[in-house]
């Protein structure tokens, strides 16, 4: 065009049952781009949580960081620290669930183990507080026989639990940002991978 600016390619379709090879084409090239920016866009979701405190003695990203820092010192594989960094980063859109937040936006790129702990850490998380909101504490007990309990558990002990103090030194978001995008580059379990790409 004059004003330099390229015409973005688009599907035609009015409606899917008018969908051609041609149209999903334009559209899957559009996803592979907009895909490789995941990594990006959850970092900037996770600086959502800076300054805000909720009433804790440190705000949720300095949360973040000390939890994944700790697990990353304590000699935590790559994908481990990047969920203990994104484990509360449902905490803006999932005030009354946001285990399951953070759990969804893994879930492709993870374990099952670190799936679960990530979904079920608030529960195992309330081991440490519930008593003291008239809940039950050993909520997390219906898991027991579960073969991730142990894991979970663990989690919040050394890491979710322990990560509120205003004094520790924890590394800054960009020590892992390239944790993150390496994490997100590796999809392997979602329904939109064609075999060949897993
Ligand atoms: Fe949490
Ligand atoms: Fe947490």
Redesign the pocket.
Known sequence: MADGQEVETRAKFREMLEGSKDDWDIIAEHSRHFNKGLAGRVIDHLKLLDGDFGGFPVDRLT??LQ?ATRAHRDGRDEEYVVCALL??IGDTLGSFNHPDVAAAILKPFVSEANHWMVAN?GMF?GYYFFHHLGLDRNMRDQFRDHPHFEYCAQFCHLY??S?FDPDYQSEPLDFFVPMVERVFSRPKNSMYLRKTEE
């Open positions: 949360h973040s939890t484990h509360d850490h998380q979710d639990q990560a």
